[in-house]
């Protein structure tokens, strides 16, 4: 079975410093792992994948994600926070080809401090 | 390049009331398609989707139905709605043919529903 974990429901950092939204996932198989954000009120736009390539990802607005087999982590980073980051951040997780067979995190809030 | 379309962006409707919800894809033919309903505070909860024109396949039983007449327009509907189907309604789609676990999925705007 596959499943997705964010760990925090909330973040919050302060504009300037470094962002860190964390997911953990399980999977008996090579996963591929999306990240996502939402803007209040608005649909998600994809801000990174990983699938089987190179395990540092660069996706779009300076966040990228590491993919780590080891630790079966794939936690979003970004070096310098920014008051348009401010949104909710989906990591999801898809083994199979199954067209259903797509999960979504819980979400994480992301909060930025001025 | 493909755009995706949701309305209304809003809607209030009585508890009882019948419901419809359109999605439709630009700039792709035969896209996967797909509803999700995003109740407050939580994450995405696939209702439907679609392979094809006429194919519906439903990941829960619910109040809710999903129809294909075309093939980029996938509709929501329901003949009498709940105070539990209030929510966030977002339709995506994916690019044609057989499913693949590396498929990026692409959202529309959402429909707000609100159910009083």
């Known amino acids: 079975a596959q499943s997705v974990t964010q760990l925090d429901s909330h973040v919050s950092v302060s504009e300037g410093t470094p962002v860190l939204l964390r997911c953990n996932y399980s999977s008996s198989y090579s996963p591929s792992l999306f990240w996502y954000v939402q803007h209040p009120n608005k649909g998600l736009q994809l801000l990174l994948k990983?699938?089987?390539?190179?395990?540092l990802v660069k996706g779009i607005n300076g966040f990228e994600a590491e993919f780590k087999k080891s630790e079966t982590s794939f936690h979003l980073t970004k070096p310098s926070a920014h008051m348009s980051d401010a949104a909710e951040y989906f990591c999801?997780?898809?083994?199979?080809?199954?067209?259903?067979?797509?999960?979504f995190g819980s979400g994480t809030r992301l909060s930025i401090r001025p | 390049s493909q755009t995706i379309h949701q309305w209304p962006a809003t809607l209030v409707q009585p508890v009882g009331s019948p419901l419809s919800l359109e999605c439709t894809v630009e700039g792709t033919s035969n896209p996967n398609l797909y509803w999700y309903r995003q109740a407050a505070g939580r994450g995405l909860q696939l209702l439907f989707y679609s392979v094809g024109i006429g194919q519906i396949s439903s990941e829960v039983p619910q109040n809710l139905s999903a129809s294909r007449p075309q093939d980029r327009q996938f509709i929501l509907s329901s003949k009498k709605l709940l105070l539990s189907d209030s929510g966030f309604y977002l339709c995506?789609?994916?690019?044609?043919?057989?499913?693949?676990?590396?498929?990026?999925?692409?959202f529309g705007p959402g429909t707000r529903l609100t159910v009083l």
């Open positions: 999801v997780v898809r083994v199979y080809s199954s067209a259903s067979k797509i999960i």
């Open positions: 995506a789609w994916t690019r044609p043919g057989l499913p693949s676990s590396t498929d990026t999925q692409y």
């Open positions: 990983y699938t089987s390539a190179a395990t």
